[in-house]
């Protein structure tokens, strides 16, 4: 079965400083890859996915990922984040077949000054 | 901008009662997925509808239905509530073609108590 794991529930960055969040995957190929952030009272919002090809993605607002399909991994970072950057960070998985989403538990991001 | 609505914010039920929840979808997307987020989890798929026709479903009992509109709006109606079915409720909205570009909503909050 799809499983996503975040290992990370929580996370305290500073303001500038630079941010990776863990992704890692369970599929027996290699699905499509997504990053979402969340706000309070917000709905998701797609930062980033990966079909297929150059492993390094680019997103919205300064993110970027990189998909290891030998460590089942797909990590999210930003060189150097911003307060506004406080969210809840989900990794969602899509079978290339089908219609589901398996999100991971998320990574709650909190940014001091 | 994603476009897309929810209708209630917030709702509160008591066990056993029944409730329908709104989504208007972005316009022109023709496929709708719902999703359901209890506390400090990611969302899980409920099912997704397509040209007003169920299509794909995920591990929810038959209390759980929906409906698509020609227009694209979509409910979702849970009979016979529980109180785990306290959550927050998702839709998101995509183009046949696009499936994985999906375009959520800011949610509906259910209480059941």
């Known amino acids: 079965a799809q499983s996503v794991t975040q290992p990370d529930i929580h996370i305290t960055v500073s303001e500038g400083a630079s941010l990776e969040l863990r992704c890692n995957y369970s599929y027996g190929a290699t699905p499509y890859l997504f990053w979402y952030v969340q706000s309070p009272g917000q709905g998701l919002q797609l930062l980033l996915k990966?079909?297929?090809?150059?492993?390094l993605v680019q997103g919205i607002k300064g993110f970027e990922a990189e998909f290891k399909r030998s460590q089942s991994s797909f990590n999210l970072r930003k060189p150097s984040v911003h307060w506004s950057d406080a969210a809840e960070y989900f990794c969602?998985?899509?079978?290339?077949?089908?219609?589901?989403?398996?999100f991971g538990t998320g990574t709650s991001l909190t940014v001091i000054p | 901008e994603t476009g897309v609505t929810q209708s209630p914010t917030h709702l509160i039920k008591t066990r056993g009662q029944q409730v329908t929840l709104r989504c208007s979808s972005q316009s022109g997307h023709n496929t709708v997925s719902w999703y359901q987020q209890a506390l400090g989890q990611g969302p899980q798929f409920i099912f997704q509808y397509y040209r007003e026709e169920e299509n794909g479903r995920g591990n929810f009992p038959p209390r759980f239905s929906g409906l698509q509109f020609p227009n694209y709006s979509s409910e979702l109606n849970v009979n016979a509530l529980e109180l785990d079915d306290s959550a927050l409720y998702l839709c998101?909205?995509?183009?046949?073609?696009?499936?994985?570009?999906?375009?959520f909503g800011p949610g509906t909050r259910l209480t059941v108590t």
């Open positions: 990966y079909f297929s090809g150059d492993t």
């Open positions: 969602a998985v899509a079978p290339n077949t089908g219609n589901q989403f398996y």
């Open positions: 998101a909205s995509s183009l046949v073609g696009h499936r994985y570009e999906q375009y």
